[in-house]
């Protein structure tokens, strides 16, 4: 019995996170344009880093472990939507040429076959 309702708390603690998520991604807008969504991933690099020392702190205290200070992280000058459209230009033009290439390229196999059955 006690299995039971323990696996029914985890599955309400797993959709309860699932659902937040989605609400979250829904209320910032993050699958919407890539302006907005970039505009979200700084305030997430500005925000995340102070919470998760105030964080580390109150598990000290309660806990009364020392946890050790982490590295500060590496800064990027990476612009993720310029990196994401080159990659989805290049995917669509790869596709776009494909049927013509493979016509291209059987034609030439079965030029090079009949030459060698000659």
Request: hydrophobic letters at 40%; proline letters at 7%.
């Amino acid at each position: 019995m006690v299995s039971r309702v323990w696996s029914m708390m985890r599955f309400l603690i797993k959709g309860s996170v699932a659902g937040g998520v989605v609400y979250l991604v829904y209320d910032q807008e993050l699958l919407g344009p890539s302006d907005k969504s970039q505009a979200a991933l700084q305030r997430a690099e500005e925000v995340v880093p102070p919470a998760m020392y105030q964080f580390s702190q109150y598990v000290c205290e309660q806990t009364g472990l020392k946890i050790p200070q982490l590295p500060a992280p590496p800064k990027f000058n990476f612009h993720i939507r310029e990196s994401w459209n080159s990659g989805i230009m290049t995917v669509m033009s790869a596709l776009s040429v494909a049927p013509s290439k493979a016509c291209e390229y059987t034609k030439e196999g079965w030029e090079y076959l009949k030459e060698r059955i000659k």
